[in-house]
């Protein structure tokens, strides 16, 4: 089970308060980067899963501590890193026996350049900003190509989570153990699609943009892996999108950031993966909504965990969403 921070109250004593976390947060990057410090100071958006500290060292370089309740997997950060380039931050464990001995884990990350998505844009030119973010989202995700097929991924990951979510009698899961089944039956398709770095929570959250409304860093990698394409992009919904006083809604300009997101991924694909997946739009259609289903209904501790109700009363319409290739000028969503 995931450990969640919900308050200060959560963490050990000696990381209880917001001083204490950043006087460590002082302390350990003045050690690793051997500087001294000028400043460290919060950011914007904490998130639910660590404390996070901007540094800043005597040469004015800006490093990101950040204090975790359980150590991360760091092979995907570096994948990630590897793949789509310096969009998303280097990291490394700094090692501190005593915080260790308190269960928390400490990574310094470089610092992205930009806002987090969600507090960057606003006023009249946020239907525009939209546009302009989805289409540079689908620029740097299309460079997500990586070696090796799909087929073991399909095995040893998704078989398991569609059958969990057929043999499940929660009462949320229930009424789509019909679309599950066929899902199932069909799994096999996905297998000719290429491998693409995904991002375990792609939301407004872990996405920050300049001022010119172009992404500038990628956050938040942990969970994340490789998936066949285009089950990484099953929150296009609500990246073009938005959740409003609990229902899912299309804002102004949806279609134009829906379709610039993905017009954006197949012009930047190498001709080859193109003709691959030119070949097996129906495939990727499926992969579309397999993402969003399985995306709603993550597995936890072994077992279906508990989905978001406002994400659950959506999910009928993400899942009658037709890509822009197949539908033509037809509306995204049937339901």
């Known amino acids: 089970m995931v450990i969640t921070i919900e308050s200060n109250a959560d963490m050990p004593m ?112 946020m239907a525009d900003a939209n546009v302009s973010i989805n289409k540079s989202l689908g620029r740097i995700f299309s460079q997500g190509y990586i070696e090796g097929e799909s087929t073991e991924m399909v095995e040893r990951d998704i078989r398991p989570h569609l059958e969990m979510l057929v043999a499940s009698e929660n009462s949320a899961v229930r009424p789509f153990r019909d679309v599950s089944k066929e899902f199932l039956r069909k799994l096999d398709t996905l297998k000719v699609l290429p491998l693409f770095v995904s991002h375990f929570s792609l939301s407004q959250l872990n996405i920050l943009v300049d001022e010119n409304h172009q992404v500038s860093g990628i956050v938040d990698w942990e969970l994340s892996q490789p998936l066949p394409f285009g089950m990484g992009f099953a929150r296009i919904h609500t990246l073009a999108g938005e959740y409003r006083d609990g229902e899912f809604e299309m804002p102004e300009k949806f279609e134009d950031a829906e379709r610039g997101f993905w017009d954006e991924v197949f012009k930047g694909l190498t001709p080859d993966v193109r003709d691959i997946l030119g070949a097996n739009l129906e495939a990727i259609q499926m992969a579309v909504w397999l993402g969003t289903l399985l995306d709603t209904f993550h597995v936890d501790a072994g077992q279906i965990g508990n989905c978001n109700p406002v994400t659950l009363r959506a999910l009928p319409k993400f899942l009658s969403y037709r890509l822009p290739s197949l539908r033509g000028l037809d509306p995204p969503y049937s339901n």
Not at 28 to 48: D, I, M, R, T
Not at 120 to 125: D, E, L, R, V
């Open 14 to 125: 000696c990381l209880g308060t917001e001083a204490k976390q950043l006087e460590k947060a002082r302390e350990l990057a003045e050690a690793h980067y051997n500087l001294g410090v000028e400043k460290s100071e919060g950011v914007e958006v904490q998130g639910f899963y660590s404390r996070t500290f901007i540094v800043t060292l005597q040469d004015k370089m800006e490093v990101v501590i950040q204090f975790r309740p359980e150590p991360l997997d760091l092979a995907p950060f570096k994948l990630a890193r590897k793949t789509l380039g310096d969009v998303v931050p280097e990291i490394e464990l700094l090692s501190d026996k005593d915080l260790e001995k308190e269960k928390i884990w400490t990574f310094c990350m470089t610092k992205m350049p930009g806002r987090v998505w969600l507090n960057a844009i606003g006023g009249p030119t």
